[in-house]
């Protein structure tokens, strides 16, 4: 399991709270564009879920 990204929640125009903290550097934003994720790297904490504003993060339990 990891989390994905829902882009048509994203805004787009903010540099993204879900990437600073999440604890293993498993998420990059490039601009303010919508964050990607390293499912290599996701330890599927949850925390990015709760600090994003617009619900663009979710478990992906695909
Ligand atoms: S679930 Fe945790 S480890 Fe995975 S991307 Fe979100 S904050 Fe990072």
New binding site residues.
Partial sequence: M??KIIDYRCPQNHRCP?VM????N??SQVGDSAPV?DND?????????WYCPTGA?AMDRG
Wanted: with cysteine.
């Fill in positions: 990891s989390v879900s903290v999440c604890p293993v498993a998420l994720v790297k996701c330890v599927d904490c949850g925390k990015c879920i993060i």
